[in-house]
């Protein structure tokens, strides 16, 4: 169920396509969206500077999304 994923997207309309779906969205900085943050960041549930930002930690059945530094959450 799209409702259970994240999609991870550095481009306005992936974002848009990915909520429209029903993901949650976490939208990623890279050289070419900078100009796009503004709008990134409105339109995503969290936007990180990069994928260092980013720990997961698995157990047997799941795993955890840990955000670290450098984020901005919506």
Do not use: H, P
């Not at 991870?8 to 029903?22: Q, R, T």
């Not at 070419?32 to 720990?55: H, N, P, Q, R």
Request: glycine share 6%.
């Amino acid at each position: 169920d799209s409702e259970d994923c994240v999609a991870f997207e550095d481009v306005v309309a992936g974002v848009i396509a990915a909520k429209a779906s029903g993901m949650r969205v976490i939208a990623i900085r890279d050289k070419y969206s900078v100009k796009y943050t503004d709008e990134l960041k409105k339109l995503s549930d969290a936007y990180i500077m990069g994928f260092d930002c980013l720990k997961f930690e698995q157990n047997d059945s799941s795993f955890k999304l840990i955000v670290g530094d450098n984020w901005w959450l919506n």
